[in-house]
């Protein structure tokens, strides 16, 4: 992969000069051939950039990272201050990074291999054919395993679970999750557990019944804390079951149902209690200060209290208002919708957290607002699906995009923003207003408009016009010819 990154530069790099040199050689710095090649100072931060053959070819430099890209087919990216690089072919098919010593390439999402350092100082590499084939290799063979789905293997911090064994799974499967054991059989039929101070078992859907007691933790302070007990059990699931959990804390609850027919919960915190589990639930909460009644849910709620102000009649509106409050801050979240999904509105707000979002048709009209109360900075995009995407940082950069079909949907998504959005992009237009630069361009500078305090630069039909003023001084050149 370095080596035909290599070729590859230097292949554009002789083709730049190719270029540079049919025009002005009297020129200090490459002259513009707009589609055909362009070089400029980035507007939005300190760097600069070099576009070829339009959206199919460009470099970029900046204080602390470079890409070098092929849209859509390749992309190197890579951030030296940070140890990582990226290498991206038609995305998402293939990407191949690393950061530090840990690296991974997959393909398609299911073929993976991956490998780093652990704690222990030992380097491990994994490969993966998911869901099929898992394999760990280290110099300390205590990380190794492999795995062959579902005939036998065992697997360390994989799946959500610290280690897992299994042989003709789902005959039979063991796992660990912290100091807790599973055994299953015939998984989800059968399980006997085990841990610290808990022991259960279940035969499902005919009964089962877990126990665990008030045990202690030590931390790496020497605190000791205390972890509560709970209590399983069902039979017949789900046509009863019972369960009582966050015993020895200040807010035991328990729990009988009978699904559908009814589910009771009760704590000193808050009482539940549905019937025909879930169209129909009256809820009386004494922490939050709210009370609530729901029929049939989701699609009617009436919430009242100083905690929840909610009133919906789904999907023709719903309105919302949520307070809570801790030891620390308070968290406000608002929601509304009418006639859902044509309008819909969420404001959250911790301080100094804001941030509000509006929306209609899901993401055929986006506005999203985030600020810090504090400072004041802000941060703000809007985009209307698949015309343009504006976002504002908390800088003050202004940047508009059209077009933008995906931005919308994945608006921070880096791979996208290397390897595609430059085939779609436009029209561009930037502004910075820390040093008062601004730039705009159409179809991948065909035309080509810079602006700075002392500077302004305009390139038109593959650098056939070109107008430039430094102060008082202007020049204007029509088919590469100087002294206009």
């Keep these: 992969m370095r080596f035909s990154s290599f070729v590859i530069r230097h292949w554009l790099l002789a083709l730049a000069v190719f270029l540079s040199g049919t025009v002005f050689a009297d020129d200090k710095a490459t002259p513009p051939a707009g589609f055909l090649f362009y070089h400029f100072k980035l507007t939005l931060e300190a760097g600069e950039r070099t576009e070829i053959a339009g959206p199919f070819f460009y470099s970029q430099k900046k204080p602390d990272e470079n890409t070098f890209a092929f849209p859509p087919f390749f992309s190197d990216y890579q951030n030296p201050s940070l140890e990582t ?32 350092r652990e704690t222990d100082e030992f380097h491990t590499h994994r490969f993966t054919l998911f869901p099929i084939y898992f394999q760990q290799r280290s110099l300390n063979t205590n990380l190794n395993y492999t795995a062959v789905f579902p005939f036998y293997g065992h697997l360390q911090n994989r799946l ?33 557990r085990h841990g610290d101070g808990l022991h259960g078992w279940q035969v499902w859907p005919f009964a089962g019944r877990e126990e665990k007691v008030i045990t202690s933790i030590t931390n790496g302070f020497g605190d000791v804390s205390q972890t509560p007990a709970h209590t399983n059990s069902f039979i017949l699931w789900p046509l009863w079951f019972n369960q009582n959990y966050d015993i020895g804390t200040t807010n035991p609850v328990t729990l009988r149902a009978s699904i559908p027919l009814f589910a009771k919960i009760r704590s000193p915190l808050r009482d539940q209690t549905s019937y025909l589990w879930p169209l129909f639930a009256w809820i009386d909460d004494r922490g939050l200060q709210y009370h609530e009644w729901e029929g049939p849910w989701p699609f009617v709620i009436f919430a009242r209290g100083e905690g929840k102000h909610t009133s919906r009649v789904w999907p023709i509106f719903s309105e919302s208002r949520k307070i809570e409050h801790n030891p620390e801050q308070i968290r406000t979240l608002e929601s509304d919708s009418y006639v859902w999904p044509i309008y819909r509105y969420k404001h959250y707000h911790s301080e100094p957290w804001d941030q509000q979002r509006t929306s209609i048709v899901f993401y055929l009209f986006v506005d999203v607002l985030e600020k810090n109360t504090t400072s004041g900075e802000r941060k703000e995009w809007h985009e209307l699906w698949p015309l343009y995407h504006w976002r504002h940082d908390f800088n003050g950069n202004e940047r508009l995009q059209i077009l933008a079909p995906l931005e919308v949907v994945l608006p921070t998504n880096r791979g996208i923003e290397r390897n595609w959005a430059p085939l779609w992009s436009l029209w561009v237009s930037e502004k910075n207003p820390t040093t008062h630069a ?33 102060g008082a001084t202007h020049r204007t050149r029509l088919f590469y010819l100087p002294g206009f």
């Design 85 to 116: 690089r990226e290498y991206d072919v038609l995305y998402p098919l293939f990407s191949y990074e690393y950061y530090g010593e840990e690296w991974r390439w997959q393909l398609g999402e299911l073929f993976s291999f991956a490998g780093g």
């Design 160 to 192: 959500f679970r610290d280690k897992m064994f299994f042989v003709m799974f789902p005959i039979y499967g063991q796992t660990w999750k912290k100091d807790v054991v599973t055994d299953n059989y015939f998984y989800p039929i059968g399980h006997i």
């Design 438 to 470: 601004q730039s705009q361009s159409l179809l991948w500078n065909l035309y080509r408009r810079e602006a700075a305090p002392e500077h302004k630069k305009i390139s038109l039909f593959f650098g056939l016009y070109q107008s430039e003023a430094n």
